[in-house]
T-cell receptor, first 110, second 114 residues
């Protein structure tokens, strides 16, 4: 079993829909990252969480440390949100190694 | 610079040749990371630098892979005697020291071994 599991693997939505991507992990962590990877391969860091909730524009990320679960929400989705969204965790006490989920491929149709 | 810069952006090399991939991190970022992503696969950790030393190199797949960092700045990932399975995009990232800091990724170096 992977230490970081994401669901769904693939998601197709209509423009305007509310989207949720889930991430569960099985190790103790010091931080969780949500990353966005566009078709060209470039990766952008969206959020870094260690507790609670963060919001940036139409994106909201939450984390429940006790349940070892995080969600990424996109409100009023748009075709330009189409990308692969990757959850990555840093083990507690570790400075280096990030453990990545396999990603969720999101396609938003106009 | 303004972001993490990697070069070359694309490299095609013949099997058995050595390649060097370069990463210029964001100025002041003491932490530097190398990752690899093979086609259709997830991201794999390769090595982490704190300053010029590498406290975690557990992800390097074989002794053909090595990396160094100098001046707490530029890093070079070297792959010797390349194999076709080395074909991937090699991503460099940097951050300020500390687990709670945002990680910034470069655009990657796309390596194709033919």
């Amino acid at each position: 079993k992977n230490e970081v599991e994401q669901s769904p693997q693939n998601l197709t939505a209509q423009e305007g829909e509310f989207i949720t991507i889930n991430c569960s992990y099985s190790v103790g962590i010091s931080a969780l990252h949500w990353l966005q990877q566009h078709p060209g391969g470039g990766i952008v860091s969206l959020f870094m969480l260690s507790s609670g909730k963060k919001k940036h524009g139409r994106l909201i990320a939450t984390i429940n440390i006790q349940e070892k679960h995080s969600s990424l929400h996109i409100t009023a989705s748009h075709p330009r949100d189409s990308a692969v969204y990757i959850c990555a965790v840093r083990r507690g006490g570790s400075q280096g190694n990030l453990i990545f989920g396999k990603g969720t491929k999101l396609s938003v149709k106009p | 610079g303004a972001g993490v810069s990697q070069s070359p952006s694309n490299k095609v090399t013949e099997k058995g040749k050595d390649v060097e991939l370069r990463c210029d991190p964001i100025s002041g970022h003491t932490a530097l990371y190398w990752y690899r992503q093979r086609l259709g696969q997830g991201l794999e950790f390769l090595i982490y630098f704190q300053g010029n030393s590498a406290p975690d190199k557990s992800g390097l797949p074989s002794d053909r892979f090595s990396a160094e960092r100098t001046g707490e700045s530029v890093s070079t990932l070297t792959i010797q005697r390349t194999q076709q399975e080395d074909s991937a995009v090699y991503l460099c990232a940097s951050s300020l020291q500390g687990a709670g800091n945002t990680i910034y990724f470069g655009e990657g170096s796309w390596l194709t071994v033919v």
